[in-house]
């Protein structure tokens, strides 16, 4: 008897265009990043309370792609004092974007997810900015996806 070959899993066919599709990316996502021996560390040593950061993560990325209102807060100022305890280096950036990357591939396909990576990367260079004490172009706040790029306007 032969064995079964192995087939890579079904590319995704939708975009993050709900509310739920930014949970299932978020609740993966972070999963992951829990998990990973390079950046779970971090949330280990703070002792992350993951059943209040989820739905915080939930509103931000809704306010980012879909234009949500409900996310209330200053994202890159929250990391201040985790950077404090946990000191951020490139390896830690790199991999939160590998993992940011890898989760959205699996799952969706289209212009909001590249649009959602692409704010990964934003927010990732104002983050090693602010942390590094830079102040440069580019660390102004993160757009909504509905100011900047939004059909008709």
Same mark, same amino acid.
């Given at each position: 008897?032969?064995? $079964?070959?192995?087939?890579?899993?079904?590319?995704?066919?939708?975009?993050?265009?709900?509310?739920?599709? $930014?949970?299932?990316?978020?609740?993966?996502?972070?999963?992951?990043?829990?998990?990973?021996?390079?950046?779970?560390?971090?949330?280990?040593?703070?002792?992350?309370?993951?059943?209040?950061?989820?739905?915080?993560? $939930?509103?931000?990325w809704?306010w980012?792609?879909?234009? +949500?209102?409900?996310?209330?807060?200053?994202?890159?100022?929250?990391? +201040?004092?985790?950077?404090?305890?946990?000191?951020?280096?490139?390896?830690?950036?790199?991999?939160?974007? +590998?993992?940011?990357?890898?989760?959205?591939? $699996?799952?969706?396909?289209?212009?909001?997810?590249d649009?959602?990576?692409?704010?990964?990367?934003?927010?990732?260079?104002?983050?090693?900015?602010?942390?590094?004490?830079?102040?440069?172009?580019?660390?102004?706040?993160?757009q909504?996806?509905?100011?900047?790029?939004?059909?008709?306007?």
């Open positions: 008897m032969g064995t $079964i070959p192995d087939h890579p899993p079904p590319l995704p066919t939708t975009d993050l265009t709900t509310r739920d599709d $930014i949970d299932v990316f978020v609740r993966d996502f972070y999963r992951q990043v829990a998990q990973d021996d390079v950046i779970g560390p971090v949330f280990d040593g703070m002792r992350v309370d993951w059943g209040a950061h989820v739905p915080k993560l $939930i509103d931000f809704c980012q792609l879909l234009g +949500e209102r409900g996310y209330d807060g200053h994202p890159l100022r929250a990391h +201040e004092p985790v950077a404090e305890r946990f000191p951020f280096g490139p390896e830690h950036y790199e991999r939160w974007l +590998e993992l940011f990357d890898t989760t959205m591939d $699996i799952n969706f396909i289209g212009p909001r997810a649009l959602a990576k692409h704010r990964a990367r934003r927010m990732a260079k104002a983050l090693d900015r602010l942390l590094g004490g830079v102040s440069a172009p580019g660390s102004e706040p993160v909504p996806y509905f100011a900047v790029s939004a059909p008709g306007r």
